[in-house]
DNA sequence: GAAGCCATGGGATACGGTTTCCGTGAGGCA
DNA sequence: TGCCTCACGGAAACCGTATCCCATGGCTTC
C-alpha cells in the first residue's frame, strides 16, 4: 500500500499516471507533448485523449529542471500603481507573453532590503531576466549595489535590465533601456520660453533621484539657450506626487507669486499645481500655464488637458524584453560595452490646451 | 573529464558544489540554509561561508520538486494600466510578500483564449491561488467557463479567487472577493437625488458588464425609492473610458440637454464627461453636477474634486490572499458554500465638490 | 568502567520530467 | 528469401533539493 499513490489521489497527475492510462512508456508521453520526436498519429491520438480525461498539465518545475522550462522575467517596481511603471510594465509583461514568456512581478516599496531580497528571490527562480523599473537615487552606495546585484545575477545565468535609469558606470553585464529624459526636459522648457514666459516655477523633484537632475538640467539647458536666468527661488524639490504638487504651488504663491508658468516634474505634479492654483482663484492658462512631464492618461484627462512630454514607456517595456530575448538566443556571447547594452528611446513633447503667452497680473 | 562539470563552470552553484568545497555532506547544507534542524556552530558557520563564497542560492525549481517551495500566487488581470486592478494587485502583492509568497501577473486582454492559456501556464506553476481580476461579462459560457477553471484548478491543489465580480452559481471550489456595487450606486444616486436632481444622465459601462450591470440597479433602486421615474432616453450604455464619457455627454447634449447631472460608471469615465461639458461651455458643478465611482487618484487630482463611490481595491487585494492563506494553512478541508466562499466588503460615498443642488438651464 | 542516550552528520531515495541509448519490429532492396 | 536500414517504443540516467533512516561519537548515569 506504500507503492505509489493511492488511486483516488487528490493531487495533480503525474505523467506517469498517464502513461500507465494509456498504455505507454513515459517517454512517449513527454514526446508527445513536447513534439520535438517524431511518433505515429495512433500513439499521438491515444495520450491526448488520457491527457484531456485527466486534465493534465506537465509540472513546470520538474520541467524546468530536467532542462526545458518557460523562461521567466521579472519586473521589479517600486510602486505598481504608478501609471509610468505600470505602462512599462504592460510593455514587458505583453512582449514577454509574445514568446511564451512568464512573468514575475515584485514590489519593492523604495526599500533596499526589499530589494535585495527580491532580487535573490528572482536568482532562486532562475529567472531569464530581472528588469529593474524607475528612477534611481543618486546615492554612492547606488553603483555599487547595481554592480553587484548584475555580476550576481550574470554569474547565474540570468541578467539585470535596467529601464528609465541612467547606464551603470564601468564594465558591468547589465542593459540599460532609457529615454532621452534631458532632451525631453529642454524641449519642454523651450516651448514655455518661446511662448513667452520668463520666470517659470520649476518642480524637478526629487533633488538625489536621477529622473529629476535629468529633468532639471535639461530646463537649465533651455533657459541658458535663451539666456533667461532660472531663479532658484523659483525652483522647489519635492516628491512626485499631487501634494507636493499642490503644496509647492501653495508656498510659491505666498513667497514669489510672479510666475506665469509651472514645469512640472511629472503630470501628476502637474494635477495638483493645477488644483492649487484654482484654489487661489487663478485660471489655467488664462492666468498661468502648465506643462506635466510623462503624458501618463492623466495628462488628457484633466481640464485643460496638458501639455506635456511623451515618454514612450510600454515601448521600453517591449525593447527591455527584446534585448534580454535577443541576448538569450545570440548565445549571450556579446562582448560587453557594446552599443547594445544602452538603448535610448525619443521624447517629444505633446501640445494640449494648457499653455498660453503669459500676461500680467496684479 | 565527463565527471559533473567543469571547475570553472559559468552556471549557477549547486549545493553539493557547496557541500563538497565545505566538506560537508549535502544533507547538511540543506538543513542549515533551510534551517529547520539541529547543527552545530561550527558546520553552519562553515557552511554559511561557502554559500557567501559562491554566492549561491538554492534552485526553487528543485526545491519545490522536492516539496518545499514558496507558494506563489497568480495574478491575472485584463489590464494592468486600469487604476483599479492595479491597486488590487497591489493589495495582493503586499500581502503576499508579507507571507513570503511570490507573486505572478498575467494579462488576458479581455481574451478568452489568452485567460484559458495562463490559467493552464499557472496550473502547470503548481500555483497556491489564481486570482482573477475585474468585472466579468455575463454571457451564457461564462459560468461554464469558470466553474472548469474552479475544478481544474481544485483537482491540481490549487484554487480559484474571483475579485470585483459576481459569484459563481452551485457548487464550485471557488471564492469570491467582492464588494457592495449595487449598494454603492444606490447610495450616489441617492446623493444627487437627494441635492435635488431628477434628470439624471446615466452612463452605467457595457450593458453585459456585470459591474456594469450592479451600478445600475443601484441607481434604479433609488430613483424607485425616490418615486422618480429613471428614463431610459438618459442611459447609455458604452465602454469604462475616457472617450466614452465625452462622447455620451455630447451626444446627450445634442438629444436630451435637460439633464442637469451626470452619474458615471466609473471616475473615468467621469472625467471624459466632464470634459465634455466644459467644451460645450458648461461649468461644473454650477451648471451640471457629476458622479464617478471607483475613487481612484484621479477622483481627487481632477478638478473639482469628484464626489465618487469609495470601493475598497487594496483592501480586497489583501482579503483575497488572506483568503487563499487560511485555507491552504486551514487543511482545505472547509466545506464548500460556507460563508467563508464569499466574501463582501462595504463601499461609501466620498463626497468632495463635484454635486451642486440642479439649476435651470437656458 | 560499562551501558544507554542524545545530539549530529552522512547516505540514499523520492519529487516529476526530459533525454540518451538501445532494442525491436517492419519494410525495402538485392 | 535474407539482410540492412529506418522508425519508433522502452529502460534508465540525470536535473537539484529535502528528508528519512541509520551510523557514530561524546556524554550522562548507574
Redesign the interface.
Known sequence: MSQRKASGD???ATIRDVAERAGVSVASVSRVLSGNYPVSEDLRRRVMKVVRDL?Y?????????AGG??PTVA?LIN???G?AF??V??GV??AA?LRGW??????TGDDPE?ELALV??M????VAAVVLLGGAYDYDEYQLRMARFAR?LD???SHLVLVGRPPLEGDVPATTVDYDNEGGAYAMASHLLSAGHRRVLVLPGHSELTTAQGRLRGAQRAFEAYGVPLETGLVRHGPYD?EHGYEAVEAALAETPDFTAVLAGTD?VA??A??AL?AAGLRVPEDVSIVGYDDI??A????P?LTTVHVPYEEMGRVALRAVADRREGGGGRRRGSDGDHLVLGTHVVVRNSVRPPRLRD
Not at 102 to 107: E, N, Y
Not at 300 to 303: E, G, V
Open positions: 487528490a493531487g495533480r486534465d498539465v506537465t509540472n513546470a518545475h520538474a520541467r524546468s529542471l522550462g518557460t519586473i510602486n505598481i500603481t501609471a505600470a505602462h510594465a504592460r509583461e505583453g507573453t512568464l512573468s514575475l512581478v515584485g514590489t526589499r535573490n528571490l536568482r532562486q527562480q532562475g550576481s554569474a547565474a545565468g499631487y501628476v494635477a495638483g493645477m488644483q484654482r492618461p492623466l488628457s484627462q484633466l481640464t488637458q
